[in-house]
Each structure stands twice: as C-alpha cells, then as structure tokens.
C-alpha cells in the first residue's frame, strides 16, 4: 500500500504535519513533550546501531548463485551439490577481522570469507577465509589471541608487543603469519582472492559413507595484491576501497566469480597421515588429495540496503545440511557454538527469520516467541512434540552418520606438534623477490616490539621453519650479529 503523493508519514503511519519544527510553548519557548514524532525520531535514532561483530567488524556483502558443475553425489547426498546445472541463490560477505565497523579495508590482516547458500533443504552457511590455515587450532585459544589484535586496554592503541608474544608463544601460528606477511597478506580488491574453508568437514552420501573434505574457491579474476605502500595510501585517501570496488564492478556488470573445488580424503586416511588432517593450522598436500571441481559461484547483484543485507546478515559453521557434517577439528568445534550466540547477542534471538537470514525453504520447528518476532510465530499451530495433531516430525534418514570415538575426557594437544615443516615448504616456495617483500613486512612489523626476548623467540620460528627465513629476519631487526642466530 503506498502513501498517497508520497506523504511523510510518522513510524506508525500517520500524516506528519511538520517535519521540520518541532512543537514549542511559544516561538520561543521550551519545546513541549507533546511532539511525540520528535520523541519517536530522537529515540529511534538513538538505536540506529546493533552492536559491531566483534571480529570481522568491517565488511561488504553480495548476492549470487552457486551452480554445479561436476557430480559429487557419490561423495555428499547434499541436495544443492546433486546434479550438474543447479542453481543455489547464496549470499557472500568478505571482511577484515581486527578493525572496527570504520577501519580501513587496504590493511594487512586475513579476509573473512562467509557463504550463505539457500539450499532447498535449509541454508548451509561456509564461514571461512582468504587462506587456508588458521593462527591457534584450538579454540580455548581464541579470546586471548583475539585480545593480541585489538587494543590496549590503557592507551586503545594497537599493540605489535601483544601480537608478536602471542605468537611467539603459540609457534602454531608460523604458518599462517607467513601468508599474513606474504604479498597476499593485502589482496587488492576482494574479488582477486581465493577462499577456503579452511577446516575439515564431513561429506557424507545416500549410503551413509562418509570422507573428508576440504573447499577452495578459487577466483576466476586471478590473483592480485596490493603493493604495501599504495595500501597504506589508499588506507588514508579511500578506507573502503574494498567496499567500493567490489559494488562498482557489480553495479558495471562486471560479475566475479570462483570456481569451487574440493579435496577428498577416505576416513581412515586420518588416522595415518603424516599431519593431523584436522589440524587447522595445517594444508593438505594436493599432490596427496587433489583438487576436484564442484561447481561456479558468481556475484550478480549488489544489496539493496547495506543495513538490512549486510550487517544483520548472520552466518554460523553449525549451519548444516544434510550431507554435510561437522570433523571433530577442535576450532571448529567451538565455533559450532560461538556464532548463533553472536547473533542471539547482536541481531537478537530471532535473527534467522530476518530476509537475509530466513532459509528459502520451510521451516518447521516448536520454537516460539522471542523479541521481534516478525514471521507469523507459527499461529496456531502446534507448538509442542510429541503431540497427536499431526505437527512437523524428525526424519530418521537425516541423523548424522555415526562415528566412533574412543579414549578418556581429557585436555588433550594434537599429536603432530612439527609446526614449522608447511611454513619452511611456503618460504621455499616463493620468489627471491616474494621472500625479500616478506622479510621486510615483518620486520617492520616486528620492529616495534620493546623487548628483545620477544623478537628473539619468534626468530627461533623462523629459523626453524627455514635458516635462511630466520637469519634474514634477524639481519633486518639487527639481532643478528649479536645474539648470534
Ligand atoms: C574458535 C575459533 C573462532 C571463534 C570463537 C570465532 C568467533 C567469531 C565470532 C563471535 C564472530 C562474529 C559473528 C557475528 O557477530 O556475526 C566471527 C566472525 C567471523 N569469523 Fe570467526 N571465530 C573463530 C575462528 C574463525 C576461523 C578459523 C575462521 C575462518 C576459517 C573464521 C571466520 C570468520 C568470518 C568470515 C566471520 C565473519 C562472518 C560474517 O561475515 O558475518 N573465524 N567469528
């Protein structure tokens, strides 16, 4: 129903007479309380924000289709992956993880990178980054490594002393702060990045078989990366340069799009290969598991209200469908429960029946009420199971495949603590050209660190992962010659 001539219309509906005024005792006297639409315009305002996410703050959404281009049905029985030609409207959000809502999109820091497919038997949301391996492959650990990226409690600076002794501490971490440092540490615009999935996750098929997978998108337009300087330029003249570039070509027809693969691993593979294959901090070799072409995800259409699309859009790792399961990767694990108590905190207890959230399939289930509760609360329905009225019931066929496991209750570390062999294998890989940008990103990353017992233990790592990696951050910090490394 739309307002005759477009009227200005109150939050409930009303004519507004004047929007401009406010209601006053006299020209000049004190404005009365009688204004309701001033009260109701001044309070709302006052709750024009949700609280920020308080990782990936900074972030642009799209939306798009996923469509299959090679049959895995042996491997998942997932409906939207089950014929070549089909079409899954998604939604993608990319961010930064450190900075807040307004920071700069051009810094050095790991991408999110978090899909939400509309499949027809419920969203299946993929919630993962621009790399393939994580800091910290517990997630005990996350709170107090998150602390190490955002500011110090006294002087709300950010705090390489915090960042540096983390990770010199958590030699886990060598890894993927050799990618953080590497040229693709500040990709030049989002649609010049790959994503991953980065865990371990169970496929499972019609027959209740089940392997391990891990995904990669692979973008279409090539990879490319920012230069550090033109980065640090742009972080001043245009922060969301990410944002805009990433709308613009959008907007221009110029859609972008990556090509899904995945890596296949038999289960009892795992109990033999030579890194623990649910360790987040590590890759698996494609020479081992190659890569395997599912299918095109391509972003079409940019939102329409960044508000409604892309800060209340709610992704969780829980999300699954059937096919698709959770591996016992400890990261993971507790990522099944931190993110929908983000959302229940941020968004509000009834996130998931906001549009962007909504599935576009039925949803039928006994939970009822909550704040803002907008879709009808299930009217009459039944709302309680077991009952003789007919309401939704389980479907024993989509119990997740069982597994064993075995041992005792315990805190217990992986077994395979060689953190340094896939750093040393990437620092070997690169370039003479690669290897001197990295050395120097981390030195002036490091540089500010106060205390040499910190430098000196992270130049141990470095050592190990690669003489000549450690040798050469120690030259560039001036520690070489002195402490002998
Ligand atoms: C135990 C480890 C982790 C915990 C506890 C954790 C927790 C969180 C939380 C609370 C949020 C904010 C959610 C919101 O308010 O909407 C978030 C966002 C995000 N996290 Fe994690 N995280 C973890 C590890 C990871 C890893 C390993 C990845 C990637 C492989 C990742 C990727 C993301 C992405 C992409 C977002 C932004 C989602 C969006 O665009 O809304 N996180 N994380």
Do not use: C
């Not at 992956?81 to 998604?90: A, F, N, Q």
């Amino acid at each position: 129903m739309s307002t005759p001539n477009n009227r200005l219309t109150t939050s409930w509906g009303a004519p507004v007479g004047d929007n401009q005024n406010s209601l006053t005792a006299g020209a000049r006297g004190p404005t009365l309380i009688q204004d309701v639409h001033l009260l109701e315009k001044l309070a709302h305002f006052n709750r024009e924000r949700v609280p920020e996410r308080v990782v990936h703050a900074k972030g642009a959404g799209a939306h798009g289709y996923f469509e299959v281009t090679n049959d895995l049905s042996a491997h998942t029985k997932a409906s939207f992956l089950s014929e070549v030609g089909k079409r899954t409207p998604m939604f993608i959000r990319f961010s930064t993880v450190a900075g807040e809502l307004g920071s700069a999109d051009t810094v050095r820091d790991p991408r999110g990178f978090a899909v939400k497919f509309y499949t027809e038997e419920g969203n299946y949301d993929l919630v993962g980054n621009n790399t393939p391996v994580f800091f910290i492959r517990d997630a005990i650990k996350f709170p107090d490594f998150i602390h190490t990226q955002k500011r110090h409690p006294q002087t709300h600076l950010k705090n390489p002393n915090a960042v540096w002794d983390f990770w010199s501490l958590s030699p886990e971490s060598l890894h993927q702060v050799t990618i953080l440092m590497s040229d693709r540490g500040i990709p030049a615009t989002l649609r010049h990045m790959h994503g991953f999935g980065s865990h371990t996750f169970k496929w499972v098929n019609a027959e209740g078989e089940a392997v391990w997978v891990k995904y990669h998108f692979k973008t279409n337009q090539g990879i490319k990366n920012l230069d550090v300087d033109l980065a640090a330029k742009l972080a001043g003249e245009n922060p969301d340069y990410h944002t805009e570039d990433l709308f613009n070509a959008i907007a221009a027809g110029d859609f972008p799009s990556w090509t899904l693969y995945v890596q296949i691993m038999p289960v009892e593979d795992a109990n033999t290969y030579r890194f623990d294959p649910f360790d987040v901090t590590k890759v698996w070799s494609q020479k081992d598991y190659p890569l395997i072409e599912v299918g095109q995800m391509v972003l079409n259409r940019n939102p329409e209200n960044y508000f409604a699309e892309v800060e209340q859009a709610t992704f969780s790792p829980g999300s699954f469908v059937p096919g698709i399961e959770a591996s016992p990767d400890k990261m993971l694990q507790g990522r099944l429960f931190a993110y929908s108590d983000a959302h229940r905190y941020r968004v509000g207890p009834n996130h998931n029946t906001l549009p962007i959230n909504r599935p576009q399939s039925e949803v039928n289930h006994y939970q009822r009420d909550g704040a803002m509760r907008a879709d009808g609360n299930g009217g009459g329905s039944v709302y309680y199971e077991p009952n003789s009225f007919g309401g939704p019931s389980q479907s024993p066929q989509h119990k997740i495949a069982a597994y064993e496991v075995s041992g005792s209750a315990d805190s217990v570390a992986y077994d395979h603590d060689d953190h340094y062999t896939q750093a040393g294998d990437l620092y070997r890989l690169m370039s003479e050209e690669e290897r001197a940008r990295l050395v120097r990103n981390i030195v002036g990353a490091m540089k500010p660190v106060e205390k040499d017992e910190i430098k000196l233990r992270q130049i141990a790592h470095f050592y190990k992962a690669d003489p000549e990696y450690g040798e050469r951050v120690a030259e560039g910090l001036g520690l070489a010659a002195s402490h002998g490394v």
